[in-house]
């Protein structure tokens, strides 16, 4: 009688039986110290590699694969992904107990004099195995003793050519074939390329996979016969993450063997190695805290935060609201005044949309290991690759009752904070046909056993504003599913699902699509008013609704001051113009602003209609509100600092701002002069010393 033959998931579970008594034993050998440590290492590394294999074989399986009728297929698939999974886990944490520890600092020091060759093969066999013992870190190692884990080696494909801009950088080429050795969610990645050589390239380069479309397939062929040469042990399985695997380790001994003897290769070593170094000991906060349980598995460090941290000004609205000079640099891109009637000429845009920011849903909370300080959506203009207008922020709130609903735009009885109103616009030029809003929800906390700051990302939504078509979606509100990870990241969940059955019946998966982490946005449309004035702003610039009146005030005293008042357009003199070279502040500075909103309204209900629609009369008047409110704020020396997420800053802040502004206001009715400069010279009101970049506009500088 024949054998019954046995169904694909009935083999993969006998190979998880098998990889599960393998490692009991490997477990138990090294508990019990029999045998080198080395070599349960590498044993280690190659169950490592064997339980990947089953993975990815197990995740293709699907019911019409079985030779037979299989009763709670789906369960049973899902009970062998966890099992598997556990097993992977022991692995990784019992790899990072047999790994070797990373380089000295006396052998990195020996590295950078360049004054021992044989030193320096033996620091880059340190360095790769520890890349190679890392695998998949779930963040519980002991990084007292090793350096912290990281992502195993990927194959990407360059996307454009870079060029090296500081030490530590690797210059790359289109079509070329890099391994990632670290992933860093500052958007730098360690990598190296087919020559040996390491360094840091932007993840916006890079795309994952061994081929561009088109114009590199050719290259896709080279790359896959490379690796079929490198590895004598292949099965012929078609299963990519094999193969990538297998050629890895053909790759990195191949490039161990060039660099110790080339030169050229020892140099590379040399000039990257601080960064190599700094990569492989480098501790993440979220690392950490994903470790203690304290966050849930998809949250990741801000990314957009890190941004403004990092890149200054660029990113900032105070950035935007400057001109722009045209390619001759000599005279203005988007600046320009209309001769008939002296305004700031109306200039149309490719992207030019409102919404409002409505609610989310479902969004996970941190654990008790820390205190939240502000809960907060980011917003920017985003085509996949690349930000590509300044990014703005929502704060959010919720209560006690419903602690994972955030809501915006309370209701209250004064004005609304800037940073509190959801309802915004976006204004820009871009050409991509990928373009939308990129929306980054995130929290500010501090540790409470520690007391650090930190900006974590608790999913991240994408709403594309055009079709395949390039026409522009329809106004309506939008639920958008929230992901985890970063946005350069894909199928990462915010949090492991609880149930561990598979959701089969339609109410089930009813329920389950219920408890999905999601954004709820408003697309809406904008009064006549409203789209004039939003066509007198920069062509780039997303901002709140609230503001778009004093930001086109702003933009109106801009164009007088730089298209009539110089002398020649090719006058760069320092111009004296307090409000032209502080206003900007104000756009990262949101109290302030709304103390500034604050008074011009008040001003507002005091004129006549005939004075509303007289823009000179409304120029003179914002000059002197300006003059009394902010500018006199922005030199008081009570004023502390502004920071973003700081409650006791933020409470002395609104009192001084309070009290200042009403201190004012009695000092103009008492002596009958408004935005006056003898409010500066009053011996009651203190301020600081003047600065001449706080009095004069720089054009040269000012300009993007």
Known sequence: ????????LQLVQREVDEVKRQVDSLEKNVKGQHGSQEEAFHRCQELQTSAQKILN????LTKADELAPVGNYDQRKLEEER???????????LSLELSPPGPSTQ??????????NNSEGDIDDDLEEDIDSDGKDDGEANTSEKPPSQSAPQIYTVLSDFKAEQQGDLSVQRGEVLKIIKKSADGWWLAQDPKGNRGVVPRTFLKIGSGVKDDDEDDEEDDDDDEDDDDDDDDDDDDDDDEIQQSEQGEEEEDEEDEDQTDNGNKSKAS????????????????????MGAIPSGFRPSSLSKLLAEEGERYRGSRYVQPELSQSQLSFKDLFLDPDTGRVRARQVGICVCFSLWSCKMIPTPGVGVQVLSRHVRLCAFDGTQVLSNIHTVRASNTSKSPKTWSFSPRMTSILPTVLDGDCFLRCNSSSQNIGILFELGVTFIRNSTGERGDL????????LTDDGGNPLPNRTYELPVNGGTPYEKDVTLEAPISRRSPGGVFQQMLQARRQPKLIVKMKSA????????????DTLLHCLSCVHMLVLHRQLLADTLLMDRPTMQNADLICSPILSTFPVLLDQTDLLDALRSAWLEAETNMSRAQKRDVSHLKQVFSKVYMSSVYFLLNS???PSYRWADPPSEEQRARVIYSTLEALKNYQQTTSQSGAPAVFFDSSHSHLAFDVQELTFDLLCATR
């Not at 999974?85 to 990784?92: A, G, H, I, S």
């Not at 052998?107 to 021992?116: C, F, N, R, V």
């Not at 009064?527 to 920069?538: E, F, V, Y």
């Open 1 to 8: 009688m024949p054998l019954k033959r046995r169904g694909p």
């Open 57 to 60: 074989t197990l995740q293709k």
């Open 83 to 93: 099992r598997l999974q556990n097993v992977v886990e022991r692995l990784v944490t």
């Open 107 to 116: 052998t990195g020091s020996a590295l950078k004099e360049d004054t021992d």
């Open 272 to 291: 990257n190695w601080s960064t190599v170094r700094k990569a492989l000991t480098e501790i993440d906060t979220t690392d950490v805290l994903s470790a």
């Open 457 to 464: 990302s608790c999913g991240w939504a994408f709403h594309k």
């Open 527 to 538: 009064n006549s008013r409203i789209r004039t004035q939003l066509s007198l702003l920069p």
């Open 637 to 639: 020396p009570s004023l």
